[in-house]
């Protein structure tokens, strides 16, 4: 695993950092999380979004309707993508 994209819709294909660890977890929470509603699951949960966290870069990836923003990842993933950061 290289990334982790938070999808969104966007006005254009972009990834933006998500700079703040705090944010970053609260992200991959939300994805390793879903459907959990017991304390212990919820605990694992946690503890795997911030491993998470830990080995790979956590970050939104606002998208148009269509398949073109596979481009975008392909850059992102490969080190050429301007990722610009979330302001806010």
Do not use: C, I, N, S
């Not at 994209?5 to 944010?23: A, I, N, Q, S």
């Not at 795997?48 to 870069?57: E, G, K, N, W």
Request: aromatic fraction near 4%; charged fraction near 25%.
């Amino acid at each position: 695993m290289r990334r982790v994209y938070w999808l969104e819709h966007g006005d254009v294909d972009e990834v933006v950092e998500v700079p703040e660890p705090r944010d970053q977890l609260m992200l991959a929470a939300a994805a390793t999380a879903v459907g959990v509603r017991h304390a212990v699951p919820m605990d694992l949960a946690l503890t795997q979004a911030h491993r998470l966290t830990q080995a790979v870069p956590v970050k939104r990836l606002r998208v148009r309707k269509g398949p073109d923003f596979w481009e975008t990842v392909a850059a992102d993933v490969a080190g050429d993508h301007p990722a610009r950061a979330m302001l806010g």
